[in-house]
């Protein structure tokens, strides 16, 4: 969602006219759309995940037949959203931007951004899911990784029908369970086995397509896998 806060065009001068007389500080270069007075109001948690596994799901939602629903059908790579995330860390946390390796030992610091990997939410999920609740203050319960009953599927599909398509395999989930970001005992898929698979499902330009903007992302991820949660 970073990539809502921050200009297109990532100038710092660009304000939007009914927030204006909130920037009182000329000395902050804030990048966002927001004044700090604003966005310290909120706890912010930075969640990522690999380019090579967000860029082509995300992709499936511009095309057949997910297209269909979310109405969408170019995906532009100014919308990927690493850029803007980064953006977003250094400005909130200018003093663990300076310092990026040192261990996140201390979720509760204000002075450290609480940023998750999606590998590690997805293999130990129960892990992940208590720490981020220490860090925000709020009592953990196992119950917190099951939705699986009728009202919570109802709840949660009133909430993103008017994001139809892009939730989908949320929305019909049941649960958080652990689940290796790749199989046991295998290795990550070499760069050559991802340009291929992404070939065989949709074709030789759309798999360029992907290439390029994984590569445009990865250092930008690289950067900011530097502050996940130690586990």
Not at 158 to 174: I, M, P, Q, R, V
């Amino acid at each position: 969602m970073a990539f809502y806060l921050v200009p297109p065009n990532h100038s710092i001068d660009f304000k939007p006219q009914s927030l204006q007389r909130l920037f009182v500080d000329p000395g902050d270069r804030n990048p966002t759309l927001l004044p700090l007075s604003i966005l310290r109001k909120f706890q912010v948690v930075f969640l990522i995940r690999k380019p090579s596994s967000s860029i082509p799901s995300l992709y499936r939602c511009f095309i057949p037949p997910l297209s269909d629903q979310t109405g969408l059908h170019d995906l532009e790579p100014t919308e990927i959203g690493y850029r803007e995330l980064r953006i977003l860390l250094d400005y909130l946390y200018p003093a663990a931007a300076q310092s990026p390796n040192v261990s996140q030992e201390t979720t509760g610091s204000s002075d450290k951004p609480f940023l998750i990997d999606a590998d590690d939410l997805l293999a130990h999920p129960d892990t992940v899911v208590d720490s981020l609740c220490a860090h925000l203050s709020i009592p953990y319960s196992l119950s917190m990784l099951c939705w699986g009953s009728p009202d919570d599927q109802a709840h949660a599909k009133s909430l993103y029908e008017k994001f139809a398509g892009w939730h989908d395999d949320a929305l019909y989930s049941t649960g958080l369970n652990p689940k290796l970001a790749h199989n046991e005992g295998s290795s990550p898929m070499s760069r050559q086995e991802e340009d291929h698979q992404w070939q065989s499902k949709y074709g030789e330009k759309a798999a360029r397509m992907i290439r390029d903007l994984v590569d445009g992302c990865q250092k930008d991820y690289e950067y900011l896998r530097q502050f996940k949660l130690r586990l």
